[in-house]
């Protein structure tokens, strides 16, 4: 997406988190050389009904968004984003991925743990309101010599904070 997709970005913002976003912090996702925003849209030239961010920092993806319009949830479209970002990120040269999650989003969660992520810690007053997130991580490449499958957490607090990423 790019910064022609602005006003529905605001929208699906608005229907889908409550408003997470300033029109110009939009603009800042658009525009991110280092990052990338997908949507998905209903058919060629439907309305947007899900999109992902994400920006590359060294070699970490950091996730700051993702959502479904909530009548549209449970149909793939959430995980289908999701694995084109980490494919993005791959092909980027990223060796993980991170983001923030609350704990009580389950739903998200389960997400994040079919995907390869492991909770790695927790982000002490991370939203608007004071409360906790969980720190999500996965990793993207297979570490020299380790078997298939095995994951090992990074070290704890190397994520930077990035501006009122994933809140729910
Ligand atoms: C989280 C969110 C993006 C998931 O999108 P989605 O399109 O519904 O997700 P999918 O249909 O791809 O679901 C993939 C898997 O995730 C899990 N999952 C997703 N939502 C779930 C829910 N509400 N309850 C239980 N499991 C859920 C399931 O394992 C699901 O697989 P299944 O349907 O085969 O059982 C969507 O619920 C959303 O926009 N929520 C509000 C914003 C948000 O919380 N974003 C994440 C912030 S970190």
Same mark, same amino acid.
């Given at each position: 997406?790019?910064?022609?997709?602005h006003g529905?970005?605001?929208?699906?913002?608005?229907?889908?988190?409550?408003?997470?976003?300033?029109?110009?912090?939009?603009?800042?996702?658009?525009?991110?050389?280092?990052?990338?925003?997908? @949507?998905?849209?209903?058919?060629d030239q439907?309305?947007?009904?899900?999109?992902?961010?994400?920006?590359?920092?060294?070699?970490?993806?950091?996730?700051?968004?993702?959502?479904?319009? %909530?009548?549209?949830?449970?149909?793939?479209?959430? /995980?289908?984003?999701?694995?084109?970002?980490?494919?993005?990120?791959?092909?980027?040269?990223?060796?993980?991925? #991170?983001?923030?999650?609350?704990?009580?989003?389950?739903?998200?969660?389960?997400?994040?743990?079919?995907? @390869?992520?492991?909770?790695?810690?927790?982000?002490? @007053?991370?939203?608007?309101?004071?409360?906790?997130?969980?720190?999500?991580?996965?990793?993207?490449?297979?570490?020299?010599?380790? %078997?298939? @499958?095995?994951?090992?957490?990074?070290?704890?607090? /190397?994520? #930077?904070?990035?501006?009122?990423?994933?809140?729910?």
């Amino acid at each position: 997406m790019s910064a022609a997709d602005h006003g529905a970005c605001l929208i699906l913002d608005r229907d889908c988190f409550g408003g997470l976003w300033t029109a110009k912090q939009w603009n800042g996702e658009l525009e991110r050389s280092s990052g990338l925003v997908l @949507g998905c849209c209903s058919g060629d030239q439907g309305p947007l009904v899900g999109l992902i961010c994400g920006w590359v920092v060294v070699d970490e993806l950091h996730i700051t968004g993702l959502g479904v319009l %909530p009548q549209l949830r449970r149909r793939g479209l959430g /995980r289908l984003l999701l694995n084109r970002l980490l494919a993005w990120a791959r092909q980027q040269g990223c060796l993980g991925a #991170t983001l923030e999650v609350a704990p009580g989003n389950n739903g998200a969660l389960l997400l994040y743990e079919a995907a @390869g992520f492991v909770s790695a810690g927790r982000r002490k @007053g991370y939203y608007r309101d004071g409360s906790d997130a969980l720190i999500q991580w996965c990793r993207l490449r297979p570490e020299p010599g380790a %078997p298939l @499958g095995r994951t090992r957490l990074p070290p704890q607090g /190397r994520h #930077t904070g990035l501006h009122q990423p994933c809140r729910q």
